[in-house]
């Protein structure tokens, strides 16, 4: 079983940035491919970043530039590094592990967070 827990979220002009944190508890967590999606109200949850074992990443369109996932296997812990804030990058945002793919589709991620509050202000 793998816990996950977000922080780092808050608010932000636009233009601005934001480092978002997701500490793991489990001792195979490098194994995982980690991943960031994002849920505006009245939305579906949508995918944002992956990063696999060998640090290996993937965004989606609307972040790709701007947005840098990365990881600390000694700290169990992955960052979502957001710069050039936009409001439409409002959003609860999620971590989640995937213990056996490279996807980014959600319903193959194992385990979730609760979620973060990011809301760029215009």
């Known amino acids: 079983q793998v816990q996950l827990v977000e922080s780092g979220g808050g608010l932000v002009q636009a233009g601005g940035s934001l480092r978002l944190s997701c500490a793991a508890s489990g001792r195979t967590f490098s194994k995982y491919t980690m991943g960031w999606f994002r849920q505006a109200p009245g939305k579906e949850r949508e995918f944002v970043a992956r990063?696999?074992?060998?640090?290996?990443?993937y965004y989606a369109d609307s972040v790709r530039g701007r947005f840098t996932i990365s990881r600390d296997n000694a700290k169990n812990t992955v960052y979502l590094q957001m710069n050039s804030l936009k409001p439409e990058d409002t959003a609860v945002y999620y971590c989640?592990?995937?213990?056996?793919?490279?996807?980014?589709?959600?319903?193959?991620?194992?385990?979730w967070g609760q979620g973060t509050q990011v809301t760029v202000s215009s």
């Open positions: 989640a592990a995937d213990r056996e793919g490279w996807s980014s589709l959600r319903y193959q991620y194992d385990y």
């Open positions: 990063i696999n074992w060998s640090d290996s990443t």
